[in-house]
T-cell receptor
């Protein structure tokens, strides 16, 4: 599985757009990029997944450049309830998918 | 909303006791997983299962054992609990035919061994 690197923590204010970038230099051709969100004392929750270019859903957008060596999770107009840990995962559809969560990015949204 | 349940949510127990953490899902998922997570730390995969009668150890060595007799049920057992087993245990499940298999997590069991 490709190793990922993301900032340990980020701070933001309510109403701002937050962009969390993840580096995955050794991503393989068949690897997808997935982001999960985890609130304290809860299990992670799937946010978004993509392979290339841009993916958008009701929660977030995921931007993936052409070389796919990085990706950016964009959270529009964050609120206090977006305070959580965000994990970037990379893996492909090759047999059993063991997800490696890493340390994630701890986002703190302040009033 | 994911239908995956874990019981108990919290457990405080003395050293040497045998415990079983329950995990059940009603989504018919073939794949199930157990993760261990200390507060503020990474999730570590300790067990996983492809389906009934299939279990494998994960990346983090664990003294716990699991069984998968029914699709919906994936219990984790510690034969003799120790303080080093104090942690949060998270169960998850996923379908077999999706790319990267989005995992649905239960609420977790916070175990404290005295």
């Amino acid at each position: 599985l490709a190793k990922t690197t993301q900032p340990i923590s980020m701070d933001s204010y309510e109403g701002q757009e937050v962009n969390i970038t993840c580096s995955h230099n050794n991503i393989a051709t068949n690897d997808y990029i997935t982001w999960y969100q985890q609130f304290p004392s809860q299990g992670p929750r799937f946010i978004i997944q993509g392979y290339k270019t841009k993916v958008t859903n009701e929660v977030a957008s995921l931007f993936i450049p052409a070389d796919r060596k990085s990706s950016t999770l964009s959270l529009p107009r964050v609120s206090l309830s977006d305070t959580a840990v965000y994990y970037c995962l990379v893996g492909g559809n090759t047999g059993f998918q063991k997800l490696v969560f890493g340390t994630g990015t701890r986002l703190l949204v302040s009033p | 909303e994911a239908d995956i349940y874990q019981t108990p949510r919290y457990l405080v127990i003395g050293t040497g006791k045998k415990i079983t953490l329950e995990c059940s899902q009603t989504m018919g998922h073939d794949k199930m997983y157990w993760y261990q997570q200390d507060p503020g730390m990474e999730l570590h995969l300790i067990h996983y299962s492809y389906g009934v009668n299939s279990t494998e150890k994960g990346d983090l060595s664990s003294e716990s054992t699991v069984s998968r007799i029914r699709t919906e049920h994936f219990p984790l057992t510690l034969e003799s609990a120790r303080p080093s087993h104090t942690s949060q245990y998270l169960c998850a499940s996923s379908e077999s035919d999706q790319v990267l298999n989005e995992q649905f997590f239960g609420p977790g069991t916070r175990l404290t061994v005295l």
